[in-house]
């Protein structure tokens, strides 16, 4: 099994950064890529950004490319997600998850509790 477990989010004001951190731990596989998702109230979680093993390749939604960058330390078996320049379109859970593909949606363990992000207008 692999446990997921988000931290980092808050309240912030439009234009405003936060740092989101995901830690991994449990049999994972080798060479993991990892993903960050996020859903907002009445959608559909939607992928938000994706990281290589070797942290090397990234892929970003278009809504937060350019804002928000994903990066991890394997030493650490965590994933951050560090998001500037918020909108209040940002606000959602923010959840993390090992992924068979960085570029693609494909979530391959169960979800942690997410961690809030609400952006203030």
């Known amino acids: 099994q692999v446990q997921l477990e988000e931290s980092g989010g808050g309240l912030v004001q439009a234009g405003g950064s936060l740092r989101l951190s995901c830690t991994v731990s449990g049999r994972t596989p080798s060479n993991y890529a990892m993903g960050w998702f996020r859903q907002a109230p009445g959608k559909e979680r939607a992928v938000v950004a994706g990281i290589t093993w070797s942290g090397i390749t990234t892929k970003y939604a278009d809504s937060v490319k350019g804002r928000f960058t994903i990066s991890r330390s394997n030493a650490k078996n965590t994933v951050y997600l560090q998001m500037n320049s918020l909108k209040p379109e940002d606000t959602a859970v923010y959840y993390c998850?090992?992924?068979?593909?960085?570029?693609?949606?494909?979530?391959?363990?169960?979800w942690g509790q997410g961690t809030q992000v609400t952006v203030t207008s």
């Open positions: 998850n090992v992924v068979r593909s960085y570029n693609t949606n494909s979530p391959m363990y169960g």
